[in-house]
């Protein structure tokens, strides 16, 4: 006790109130963010996927098709055509206006009895969303079990719906990863390591057992929780169905996450970082109608990161030397396991070829989401609201 009143009475004297408390602070921010990367996110490269019981629940895949796209007919359309597995379905919303694009599918429809197309009317003075076109598809779906995707997503396998399908066994409501097309441009590289970064946050809290969020590219639900929960309608927005009625459905179902080589979709990269960021942007409007206990979570991650360069930065200009090194060195240590435990969920998410952005990523990442945030409160997205 004498040495730690001498070791503290000498701290003391080098460094003076100040010092002290921005080394205590240095120190915490280090253990938040040990904490989150060793503790929190560290789970998802060990975590273990449902095993199955051999009961191979039919499935119905469900999306909408809104743009003419003859690649999704000659490249999409037959990688969810040709999934392994006995009972499932292809259900497709058509919203794209356009007559010769419509025949297209309702031929193929024709000569596949996997295949239905339902073709939605637009109308100016009522347009459709996303929701009450999806919504369409779940109603025309013949099985209980809806595994919804997108247009602009591809399965990774020809196991994707065998391998999503495994949650409905034990489970309601399934969350999948949707990964973004690989890409060797700098700009692809930061939106692929930001999509990790991103789902990193709930599909860590999925794996916890606390789901807050899932992607409709690659999204499962009964037919039941779905229209117990009224489907798509919250807060009459254009966005919410990835994370507020993933909430919603989640408080009252069993939840499973299934993340393997195998489950995984890849979505188009549609432009560059601006294209990311809008995209971003839009999406994470819904954030300030989350739980109280979901803001704190994430936010306390993404503003221990962003503080702690700067307080290591400022207690190696102000403090002694050897108070200097130690700052340094915890800095250090906290990249080194940051970039260990990126580097293992990158390979259980099969994002390969991104790590050499992660020092970047991980230094630009929360001032961006806090920028994202600023500017959010500052002037109104565009198409949140119906």
């Known amino acids: ?62 999306l909408v098709v809104r743009e003419v796209d003859y690649s999704f007919i000659d490249e999409t359309l037959p990688l969810l055509l040709s999934q392994e597995y006995d009972r499932f379905e292809i259900v497709i919303t058509e919203l794209s206006g356009d007559v010769e694009f419509g025949e297209s599918l309702s031929v193929i429809a024709e000569h596949n009895p996997r295949l239905t197309v339902t073709r939605m009317v637009r109308n100016p003075r009522f347009p459709i969303s996303d929701k009450m076109a999806i919504n369409v598809a779940i109603k025309t779906a013949r099985y209980d079990n809806i595994l919804i ?42 939106i692929r390591l930001g999509r990790v ?7 860590g809290a999925a794996m916890h057992g606390k789901p807050y969020r899932g992607m409709i590219q690659n999204l499962g639900l009964t037919k039941a929780i779905y229209f117990a929960n009224n489907g798509f309608n919250r807060l009459n927005m254009n966005i919410g169905m990835d994370d507020l009625f993933v909430q919603k459905l989640a408080a009252g179902a069993r939840t499973a996450t299934v993340v393997s080589a195998n489950s995984l979709v890849r ?10 960021y809008a995209d971003r942007r839009l999406q994470s409007n819904t954030f300030r109608f989350y739980p109280l206990g ?47 435990e990126m580097r293992r969920i990158t390979l259980r998410l099969c994002e390969r070829g991104v790590m050499c952005v992660a020092p970047l990523y991980d230094l630009c990442s929360p001032y961006y ?3 994202m945030a600023l500017s959010r409160t500052l002037k109104r997205s565009p198409g949140v609201w119906r």
């Open 1 to 62: 006790m004498e040495q730690l009143s001498q070791a503290y009475t000498h701290l003391w004297n080098l460094c003076g109130p100040w010092g002290i408390a921005l080394l205590a602070g240095v120190i915490l921010l280090f253990l938040i963010q040990c904490w989150y990367w060793a503790g929190y996110y560290g789970r998802i490269p060990s975590y273990r996927n449902a095993t199955s019981d051999g009961s191979r629940p039919p499935v119905s895949v469900v």
């Open 149 to 190: 995707t997108t247009a602009d997503c591809r399965p990774a396998s020809p196991q994707w719906v065998a391998r999503m399908a495994r949650g409905f066994e034990q489970a309601d409501l399934v969350i999948g990863y949707c990964g973004m097309e690989g890409g060797n441009r700098f700009a692809d590289r930061m």
């Open 197 to 203: 970064g991103h789902a990193a946050r709930w599909i």
């Open 267 to 276: 979505q188009k990269i549609w432009g560059g970082l601006r294209w990311w």
């Open 294 to 340: 979901v803001r704190i979570r994430v936010g306390l991650e993404l503003w221990s990161r962003a503080l702690f360069l700067p307080a290591v930065v400022a207690a190696a200009v102000l403090l002694p030397p050897e108070i200097k090194i130690f700052a340094a060195a915890l800095w250090l240590i906290r990249l080194l396991l940051v970039l260990f």
């Open 369 to 371: 989401e806090a920028w």
